[in-house]
């Protein structure tokens, strides 16, 4: 059975730095594509970043690029979002996301096998 967890969702200050991790069991975790996904209270889910198998390839949305951080360790099946000069956007529930097809498309949310429940971010002016 696979199961994937997020953790480090918190309330931070405008400007502050969070750190989210991922981990996943019951997959060939090396072998999954990996992202992180956010939605806020009214919008739809939106991609944030992913990454490849060997972490040798990572991708960011606009909004993030220049202030978050993904990595993996494929030793311990986690994977890691680094977030700094958090914002009040950045504001929500943020979603780990694996897919054996790797991050080709990887904004279409319907391509991912499995989820996690996720963690929230809060961010205070």
């Known amino acids: 059975q696979v199961e994937v967890v997020e953790s480090g969702g918190g309330l931070v200050q405008a400007g502050g730095s969070l750190r989210l991790s991922c981990t996943a069991s019951?997959?060939?975790?090396?072998?999954?594509?990996l992202a992180w996904f956010r939605q806020a209270p009214g919008k739809e889910r939106e991609a944030v970043s992913c990454?490849?198998?060997?972490?040798?390839?990572?991708w960011y949305a606009d909004s993030v690029k220049e202030r978050f951080t993904i990595s993996r360790d494929n030793t311990k099946n986690t994977l890691i979002l680094e977030m700094n000069s958090l914002k009040p956007d950045d504001t929500a529930m943020y979603y780990c996301a694996a897919s054996g097809r790797g991050c080709g498309d990887y904004r279409t949310p319907e391509k991912w096998d499995y989820w996690g429940q996720g963690t929230q971010v809060t961010v205070s002016l």
């Open positions: 019951g997959l060939p975790f090396r072998l999954y594509g």
């Open positions: 990454i490849s198998w060997l972490g040798d390839y990572t």
